[in-house]
């Protein structure tokens, strides 16, 4: 079951960047454009999450770091005694929330998004 939902979301990978392109929603595009594609598609979808999770990690070890030095997490839930410190880590971990889903949606669509353009190119003339 596991397999056969990885099959067809690799297959359907292509619908996001055909509905933004072609401004419809059309599954039986994406399943057209993917025919044959399905090993190339699963490992650049792959690394395409493998880079965003380094990313997000690397982030969140730094944003750790920021409000650890800056007193914990008790010192963000104590706001009554404000601090420099408490300010900078406070500032810097809703920084983190705002920027994660962005990088999020950027490392995830545009891989996706380049296949899209290479799979839809036409093809080159023989002469």
């Known amino acids: 079951v596991i397999g ?55 982030i969140s070890f730094i944003g750790y770091a920021v409000v650890a030095l800056a007193g914990g997490t008790s010192a963000i839930n104590h706001l009554g005694d404000v601090k420099p410190g408490v300010v900078i880590a406070f500032v810097s971990s809703l920084l983190i929330q705002l920027i994660l889903p962005i990088l999020q949606v950027v490392m995830i669509n545009a891989p996706l998004a380049t296949i899209y353009r290479e799979l839809n190119a036409p093809e080159p003339s023989a002469t």
């Not at 399943?31 to 395409?48: E, K, P, Y």
């Open 4 to 58: 056969m939902m990885i099959w067809v979301g690799v297959r359907l990978s292509m619908v996001t960047p055909v509905a933004f392109a072609e401004q419809r929603i059309s599954f039986r595009r994406a399943w057209r454009l993917t025919r044959g594609q399905f090993w190339s598609l699963f490992g650049a979808i792959v690394l395409a999450l493998i880079f965003y999770v380094m990313i997000w990690l690397l």
